[in-house]
Structures are given as structure tokens and as C-alpha cells.
């Protein structure tokens, strides 16, 4: 693999080491004798930079002069995490490293003489870089994977998104209550390049001025109102095995003058001088940190168009070079839109094609529908996303125009097919006739694009059945399909688990597997191999050793590496249950102290880590934070327990964060009301890391079983198919409390866990409120499978082989995979493999 490397990589560490010291000396200007830490990760990411830019240069290049069909991927999130670690995979170093656990020694030597040696550890360097959070989770995250899959492939992709100033926050537990801090994160990113040769100006507000042209065509003119600049930073994305670098493009806002306006300056209007431009620079100040809800803020349709905006002048400048004619627009050019954000796109083409360059609404129209496809990530009504008609009206008059439009040549067709139903038009219609009237963002995203893709197969099965049931009818079936969600092998295999990669590697004839991740198949012989075992089982022992490390650091807490280690990170949300948990560990701990010494003996130790961030202004959200929190300082504290229970909550969840958490479990949960969760990614992750899961018939844990097996996984709980009547006999008297469920309350009721009244709204919603998420419908399957989970864990010897089974049956989660189908089923592009690699 090193020789394949070598091309594009650096010839020997060596050389790579001359190039660090290079850019410490020159680059940053700094003597090598006070070279920290920080400014080695940042000399050694200037080194790989070099490197990436001639592959992007190139890689570039080639798809322009190929003119093949390229995918633009709109994401208003991209969850990237670190890059060091990345580049250094992918343009080739990390791969020198074939014997395993030995730290790479970066050594450095001033080229001045008579200075000694300096020794960095790479994994002590890698850790300097600030995570580029630039999204919520795991719809960001899934843009990022996308990233790396479509590189690696060589399909030729751009992505287009927002460079926030600020990414999602980070969280501090102060009295164990969530608190909010900015994360401003560009202080020194080497990854990003300022294009301020590409600037491109986007119009707000105004009015629409209509007339007829001399040849008597209507023609629309959007005057008025107020330009804002778009900025263009562009960041490499290399891809793993090949040279191919594609790119992803994040558009800064800038007031139209560049500065603030002197003239008032001068006349002494300080305040309103700067005014204009700080409200320009507003506009990507910072990403919205609400996961699953969607509240009509008018900053957020300003972001929206403004991305959009950009983005689409970019792609159509870069079509037109091609000379090509429009009607072959959707040859050249496949637009993804990850959920509703970017639906204004769809409005935004048809608007340019219109206005600009003057093509009539047919033809437009079928370019434009022609070239979207939309990802739809989520069923919960809170998310659908609407805007309200005088909002629009107010800052995009022409595009509210190009939507009543679209609705109406819509209606006219819905009219002519199924001329009786008069109460379907009003159904499916763009516009929701409320007060005020809304525009639904996912039904204009449907009847502007070719495909529409659910994210797991009973997530898609789900929208044709439900919420966009009418438009299967109309459109008919084959519009809509199914992809099923991917993680990368790359970042979440190789790199937050190399002995484990190296382990797999060792057996089923080398690195290949993390191109096409089925090779992992290779392994279920070994799944009774007692030398084999041994090892895998090492190896997982190491990485909860790291994380009780990573524990006792930043919670002071002491584990026992050797308890069953029970994980649940990810967005705190009511529909992913983290209240079912911290239940369920209170019912734990309440059996604990019901035994004698004799009968706990028995138990298996284990530890409920916690983690996750809740939206700052969902406050049931932050209350289940709260209740994680005072549950752990009781129960770690409380001596009869011991080692049998620890209740970890870790702070500030994210990325690099994952990296370090995922390879340590033994079992994650993934445990939402079933027909919640339209895929998860993180249950895929764990299962890769040699880790089981408990979890109910949702999203992606129903494919994972398949794959998988019944037998190596922990499902329960009632269906999704029973989730509509089981909420009826809540709301209609026929339901009684889950007795256990019980118990737990009335020991938070009696003050337990601090003032009962803190976590009094956080029991009603389930007691006297409906019990929305059926937490106390499945209180009683989720506590027997638990018992079920201990007694596995106990056979130490089976537990090991479930997991080396499960992971050899894992290669459908590939992003690798989920990407090919896109861009077969719905994309129609093909790779572009570089020159020399043909
Ligand atoms: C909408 C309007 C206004 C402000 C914010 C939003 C908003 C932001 C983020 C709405 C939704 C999101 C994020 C959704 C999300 O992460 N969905 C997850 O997508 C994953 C990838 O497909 C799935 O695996 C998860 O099941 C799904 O919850």
C-alpha cells in the first residue's frame, strides 16, 4: 500500500518531517526551539495542505476539460470533525503504519544546526485541531460521509454549503445543567481557501416590477431591496486510494460596499455606519442549533437563500462556459437536496431560466425538474418545515410569485387526473390555507425534483404511506424509493479504531476491505477463532481503557474498564428516548439496593454513559440533561453500589469526541419510538466498532438486524405499525402506568434525585399528558432485555463472537454503497478516475 502512496504522498517520513520543520520556520515564523504542540499540528496540516491542493488542482481540471455530469450536494450542515487525520489517510502517510500499536514519532530537526531532536506523538498532534462543527448531527454528519464516499468513488461532486462563524455550540455541564458556549472555530483553519475572486451578489426584499418587452412578452423584473455578498471558501476533499480531491464551497456574507459606510462614519452616525454591515455579516454568523424542529425565523430563510443563491449562480456560470444548450442542463448538472433546506433552489433555477434567460415556463420547468432530487430525513410534523406567505412576500417577492405559479400549473394537473376528489387539491396544495398561509417547503421539494428518497426502508416506506401519501398517488410510485443511509469505513473504522482495522486487515488481505467494505465477510470464519478472539477482545479492552481515561479526566469519576460498558450518545431528543434510559437505570439502581451482598455478587458491573446536546431552547430536552446528572452524583456516590452502576453524562458530544467513544462500547442504544427515527448512523458505527445494540424495530436497526442476525442483536419494544393505536388508548383512558415505570417515579417524586419539582414536567408528559413517545408502553420489553443484555455479557466467550459476526456482516453500511445508489438510481453520473490511475 506504502509504494501506491508514494506518488502522490511524500516519498518518507523524512521528507515529511523537513516539510514540517519548513512551514514551522517560514510559514508560521517561529524558532523550532519554542515549537509547541499547537504549532506542530499546524506546520504538519501545512505540510499535507501542499500536498492536497496539486491533487485538487488536477483533479479539478480534469472534470472541467472531461465535461462529464457533476453532482452538486446542497447541505445547509456538514459535521466534517477533524481534518489532519483525514488528509493524512487519504494523501498517504498513516498507511506507512503497519504494525500496529506504536505511535508515530514525528521527529523533528531545526535545520539550523546544533539543535536536538523534538519528538511529537501524531496522535498528540492530531488532537490539537479544533473540530469543524458546522451541523447538528446526524444529518450534517451524513454530508460529510457523503464527501468522503463521493471522492473516494471519483464521482465528480461539489458541496455547497454555509461557512458559519460560529458552529454548533459548545456544552458545558455546570451544577449539571446544560450551558451554551459560542464555538468559534476559524481562528487558524488551514483547511479552507478564500476565494475572494468569487463574489457573488444576492438580492433581499424589493418589489416585482411587471411589463411587457417589445416583443410583448411578459417579462418579470425584481428590483429594490437590499445586495449582500457572497463570498467563496473553498475546502479539499480528498478521497481515500485515489488522487481524486473534490471540493466543498462555503459561502461567507459581506456587506455589498466591502466596509462600513464612511460617509456616515464621517458625519458622526457611528452605530448605523457599522449597522448595515454587521447585519450583512449576520447572515452566516451562525448555524442553527435546533435538530428535528423547524420554527420560522426570518434569519434562517435569509441563510437559506442566500446559500441557495450563491450556489446556484456558481453552478450555472459553470454550465454555461460549457456553451452547451439548456436543454441539456440536467446532462451536466444532478442538484441533491439533503431535506427541505435548499427547497429554494428549486425556485431559484426556474427563476433565472425565467427571468434572466428568458426560457418559457415549460421548458424551465422541465430543466429544473429534471435536475433535483430531495432526501426527505425525517417524519416528525415539529420538523416539516413551513414558511409563512408574508414573510416570503416580504423578502423574496419574485420567488413567492414562481410558487404560486408552480402550485397552480400542480393544481391544474391533480385537477385533470382526479377531477372528483375536491378535497385532495386542497391537501397536496404548496400553500397551506392557515392564517397566516404557509408554504410547504417539502411538498414544493417533491413537485420540483425527479426522485424523492426516504433514508432506511421503513423510513421510506413511511412517507409513502403517510405524509406524502397523495403525491405517491399522483406522481405514482417510482418517484419515490429508498436509500439507505451509510457512514464511512475511513473515518469510522481505520481511524477511531486502527487496531481493530489493522486487527481485520491482518485477516482478510490487507486495507481493501475500506474500499469495499463487504470484504469484511471474510472474517465470520474467525468468529470462533480463539487466537483471533483473544485479540479483538484486547483490543476493545484497550479502547474502553482509553475512555475510562477520557471519564475520569473530565468527570473525575472512576470506571472499572472490565464492566459492561452501556453508551447512548446523540441529540437529546424526547423520540430518542434518553428519558427511557436514565428510567431504566434508576429501576437498576433501585434492584441494586433492594439485594443482599450475596445476590449482587452476581450482577454484571456496568456503566451508562450519556451524551448529546439539546436544542438551547428545548427545555425537556435540557430537563432529561439534568435528571442524567443528578441521578450519577447519587448512585456514583452511593456506597452499596460500588462498581455495579456508574452514571456517566459526557460533556460536549461531538465528532472527534465519537472517535474516542464508539470503539470503547460493548452495547449502544438506539432505542426511539418506533417509526421515529428515519435511519440513525451512529447504531452502524457502533456495530462496525466491534460493539452490540439494543434497540427497537426503527429506522436503519431493522436493515442492521438483517444483516446481521436476530440472534447478535437486542431488539424491542412495540412496532411502528401499533405506535397510532397505542397513543389512542392513552388519550382515551385504556392504558395503565407500566407498575416498574411507577416505582422509578415515585422515587424521583420523593426527591431522590434532588427537588422532585425540577423533573415533575418531564413525568407528566408521560403520566397525565398522553405519554406521547410510549415510554411507559415499553418500559417493561426495554428492562427485560436489559436482563437479557446481562446475562449475555456474562458468556464473555459468545459475546466476542456475536460481535466478530456482526461486524463481518456489516459492508451494506458502507457510504461507499449508499452513494453508488445514488448515483446510479437517481444522480446518473459515473466516476472519473484520474490519468494515471486508469
Ligand atoms: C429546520 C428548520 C429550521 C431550523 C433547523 C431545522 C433543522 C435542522 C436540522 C431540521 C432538521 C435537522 C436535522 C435533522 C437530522 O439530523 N435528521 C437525521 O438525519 C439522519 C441522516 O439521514 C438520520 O439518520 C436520522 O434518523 C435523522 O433524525
Not at 78 to 93: E, I, K, S, T
Not at 302 to 327: E, G, N, P
Not at 551 to 576: C, M, W
Request: proline share 3%; with cysteine.
Amino acid at each position: 500500500a506504502w509504494k501506491k502512496f508514494q506518488a502522490h504522498g511524500f516519498k518518507s517520513k523524512d521528507e515529511f518531517e523537513k516539510e514540517v520543520v519548513r512551514h514551522v520556520e517560514t510559514t508560521l515564523a517561529r524558532s523550532m526551539f519554542n515549537c509547541d504542540e499547537t504549532a506542530a499540528y499546524a506546520a504538519a496540516s501545512l505540510a499535507f495542505r501542499d500536498r492536497l491542493i496539486t491533487q485538487w488542482n488536477r483533479t479539478q481540471q480534469r472534470q472541467t476539460f472531461s465535461d462529464t455530469k457533476r453532482v452538486y450536494y446542497l447541505s445547509l450542515e456538514f459535521l466534517m470533525g477533524r481534518a489532519l487525520d483525514n488528509a493524512m489517510l487519504n494523501v498517504g502517510l498513516k498507511n506507512a503504519r503497519t504494525s500496529s500499536s506504536l505511535p508515530l514519532i514525528l521527529k523533528l530537526t531545526a535545520s539550523a544546526e546544533g539543535l536536538s531532536e523534538l519528538g511529537f506523538r501524531i496522535e498528540d498532534i492530531i488532537e490539537q485541531e479544533h473540530d469543524a462543527a458546522l451541523g447538528n448531527g446526524g444529518l450534517g454528519r451524513l454530508a460529510a460521509c457523503f464527501l468522503d464516499s463521493m471522492a473516494s468513488l471519483n464521482i465528480p461532486a461539489w458541496g455547497y454549503g454555509l461557512r458559519y462563524r460560529y458552529g454548533i455550540f459548545k456544552q458545558e455541564i455546570v451544577d449539571g445543567y446544560q450551558v451554551e458556549v459560542p464555538d468559534y472555530w476559524l481562528d487558524f483553519n488551514p483547511w479552507e481557501f478564500p476565494r475572494h475572486d468569487i463574489v457573488v451578489d444576492i438580492q433581499f426584499y424589493g418589489h416585482v416590477r411587471k411589463y411587457q418587452d417589445e416583443a410583448g412578452k411578459q417579462v418579470a423584473l425584481w428590483e429594490g431591496g437590499e445586495i449582500v455578498k457572497a463570498v467563496a471558501y473553498d475546502v479539499p476533499i480528498p478521497g481515500f486510494d485515489t488522487q481524486a480531491t473534490n471540493n466543498l464551497r462555503l459561502w461567507s456574507s459581506k456587506a455589498a460596499s466591502g466596509e462600513f459606510d464612511f460617509q456616515k462614519f464621517n458625519s458622526g452616525d457611528y452605530e448605523s455606519s457599522v449597522a448595515d454591515q454587521q447585519r450583512a455579516e449576520t447572515i452566516s454568523a451562525v448555524l442553527y442549533p435546533n435538530d428535528n424542529l423547524d420554527r420560522g425565523k426570518e434569519l434562517r430563510l435569509k441563510q437559506q437563500y442566500f446559500w441557495v443563491a450563491a450556489s446556484l449562480y456558481d453552478i450555472v456560470r459553470r454550465f454555461k462556459k460549457s456553451k452547451r444548450a439548456w436543454s441539456e442542463f440536467s446532462d451536466q448538472v444532478a442538484i441533491q437536496l439533503n431535506d427541505t433546506h435548499p427547497t429554494l433552489a428549486i425556485v431559484e433555477l426556474q427563476r433565472i431560466l425565467l427571468d434572466q434567460e428568458g426560457l418559457e415556463w415549460d421548458e424551465a420547468w422541465t430543466i429544473v425538474s429534471k435536475t433535483f432530487g430531495y432526501t426527505n430525513h425525517t417524519v416528525l410534523p415539529e420538523a416539516l418545515e413551513k414558511w409563512s406567505v408574508p414573510l416570503f412576500q416580504n423578502l423574496l417577492p419574485r420567488h413567492l410569485q414562481i410558487i404560486y405559479e408552480i402550485n397552480l400549473y400542480f393544481l391544474q394537473l391533480v385537477e385533470r387526473k382526479f377531477p372528483k376528489e375536491r378535497d385532495l387539491l386542497g391537501r397536496v396544495s404548496i400553500i397551506e390555507e392557515s392564517q397566516p398561509k404557509m408554504v410547504r417547503m417539502a411538498y414544493l421539494a417533491i413537485v420540483g425534483s425527479h426522485k424523492v428518497n426516504g433514508v432506511a426502508e421503513l423510513h421510506s416506506d413511511l412517507i409513502k404511506t403517510t405524509i406524502f401519501k397523495d403525491f405517491v398517488k399522483i406522481f405514482g410510485p417510482d418517484k419515490f424509493t429508498n436509500v439507505t443511509n451509510g457512514i464511512t469505513p475511513r473515518r469510522w473504522l481505520h481511524q477511531a479504531n486502527p487496531r481493530l482495522s489493522e486487527l481485520i486487515a491482518s485477516k482478510v488481505g490487507g486495507l481493501g476491505f475500506l474500499k469495499d467494505l463487504t470484504l469484511l465477510n471474510e472474517l465470520e470464519k474467525y468468529a470462533d477463532d480463539k487466537e483471533f478472539k483473544k485479540e479483538w477482545a484486547e483490543i476493545k479492552y484497550a479502547n474502553k481503557v482509553k475512555l475510562a481515561k477520557h471519564i475520569k479526566t473530565t468527570t473525575g469519576v472512576t470506571v472499572n474498564p472490565s464492566a459492561l460498558f452501556d453508551i447512548q450518545v446523540k441529540r437529546i431528543h424526547e423520540y430518542k428516548r434518553q428519558q427511557m434510559n436514565i428510567f431504566g437505570v434508576i429501576h437498576r439502581y433501585l434492584t441494586i439496593k433492594s439485594m443482599t451482598a450475596e445476590e449482587r455478587k452476581k450482577l454484571a458491573p456496568r456503566v451508562s454513559i450519556f451524551g448529546g446536546k439539546a436544542a438551547p431552547g428545548y427545555w425537556m430536552a435540557k430537563t432529561i440533561i439534568h435528571l442524567i446528572n443528578n441521578v450519577g452524583s447519587v448512585v456514583n456516590k452511593d456506597k452499596d453500589v460500588g462498581d455495579l452502576l456508574k452514571v456517566i453524562f459526557l460533556e460536549d458530544y461531538n465528532v472527534s469526541k465519537a472517535e474516542v467513544i464508539i470503539p470503547a462500547s460493548d452495547i449502544s442504544e438506539h432505542i426511539s419510538t418506533a417509526g421515529t427515527e428515519a435511519s440513525g448512523t451512529s447504531n452502524m458505527k457502533f456495530v462496525l466498532n466491534g460493539g452490540l445494540i439494543i434497540g427497537t424495530c426503527d429506522g436503519a436497526n431493522i436493515e442492521i438486524t438483517r444483516e446481521i442476525g436476530e440472534n447478535n442483536i437486542f431488539l424491542f419494544g412495540n412496532l411502528a405499525e401499533d405506535v397510532e393505536d397505542l397513543r389512542h388508548a392513552h388519550n382515551y383512558g385504556s392504558h395503565a402506568m407500566d407498575p416498574d415505570l411507577g416505582k422509578v417515579f415515585e422515587e424521583i417524586k420523593k426527591g431522590t434525585f434532588g427537588d422532585a419539582g425540577a423533573f415533575s414536567a418531564l413525568v407528566g408528559a408521560i403520566e397525565d399528558h398522553g405519554d406521547y413517545y410510549l415510554v411507559s408502553d415499553d418500559f417493561h420489553s426495554y428492562i427485560q432485555t436489559q436482563a437479557l443484555v446481562d446475562e449475555a455479557y456474562k458468556d464473555q466467550d459468545e459475546w466476542t463472537s456475536k460481535t466478530i459476526t456482526s461486524v463481518a456482516r456489516m459492508g451494506f453500511f458502507s457510504s461507499d454503497r449508499c452513494i453508488n445508489e445514488y448515483a446510479e438510481s437517481i444522480w446518473n453520473v459515473e466516476p472519473l478516475v484520474p490519468e494515471d490511475e486508469g
